[in-house]
Nanobody
């Protein structure tokens, strides 16, 4: 079992930056990587980014490319999501999750353990 604890987030003006953290403990070696998802009010949870544990390969949603960066600190079992040039449409609750499936990196079903979620609000 994997436990994920998120930190970061908050309120920022459009164009600003935030960094989210996700600290993992437990059987992290059984997963392929860590992903980030977000869910805005009234919308489905959507994929944002993912990073592989082994080779640090990353994948991003089109909405995140060029603005968000996912990185990891293996020694701390922590994954970060650096978000720059934030837009009001980035407002959502952001979740990290371990990727244990290997069907498709943006598929929710590939992910099992989830963090508690953290609110990101971008004002215009």
């Amino acid at each position: 079992q994997v436990q994920l604890v998120q930190s970061g987030g908050g309120l920022v003006q459009a164009g600003g930056s935030l960094r989210l953290s996700c600290a993992a403990s437990g059987r992290t070696f059984s997963s392929f990587g860590m992903g980030w998802f977000r869910q805005a009010p009234g919308k489905e949870r959507e994929f944002v980014a993912v990073i592989n544990w082994r080779d640090s390969k990353t994948y991003y949603a089109d909405s995140a490319k060029g603005r968000f960066t996912v990185s990891k600190d293996n020694g701390q079992n922590t994954v970060y999501l650096q978000m720059n040039s934030l837009k009001p449409e980035d407002t959502a609750v952001y979740y990290c999750a371990t990727r244990s499936g290997y069907r498709y990196f943006a598929d929710l079903n590939d992910y099992d353990s989830w963090g508690q979620g953290t609110q990101v609000t971008v004002s215009s």
